[in-house]
C-alpha cells in the first residue's frame, strides 16, 4: 500500500522522471520507508519497488502512463485531500450508523464529499456478510 510519504515521493520526481525517460537519462529516488523509485534506461519505463514484507513488489511504469498520471496528478492530489479532511467525520458517521437499523442522517458540519448514504449501504452490507 502506498503511503502518503509514498505519494508525496512520486509526485516530487513525476516530472523529473518524464524528463529524464525522453533523454534516455538514469534518476533514481532515494528509499524512504522501503520505497524507491527508478528509471528503466532504454526501455523508457520507471520501476516502482515497494517492500512490505516478503517478497518485495514491483511496479512498472511505461511513459505514456507517466504521461497520463502527470496530467492528472492535480484531481488525485486534490481528492486524497478531501479524503484526508474528512476522514474523522467518516469514522464519527460510521460508529453511529453501525448501531442504527436505519439510514440516519449526517451531522450538518460533516464533510460534504462523502456520499454518506452509500457509506450506510456499504457499511450495514459489510456487517451481514
Known sequence: MLTEQHFTVLTEHLQRFLTTLCADGYHRTG???????VTGGSYRTVFMHLRQGKPRKQFVFKVHELQYLS??????TDQLARYSAAMM???????????????????PN????????????????FILK
Not at 464533510?111 to 456499504?122: F, M, V
Open 31 to 37: 528509499v524512504i520507508d522501503d520505497f524507491s523509485m
Open 71 to 76: 496530467s492528472i496528478i492535480h484531481i488525485v
Open 89 to 107: 467525520d467518516v469514522v464519527t458517521y460510521s460508529i453511529s450508523a453501525l448501531s442504527s437499523s436505519e439510514y440516519i442522517d449526517p451531522h
Open 110 to 125: 460533516y464533510s460534504k464529499h462523502i456520499q454518506y448514504p452509500q457509506l450506510y449501504e456499504e457499511l450495514k452490507a
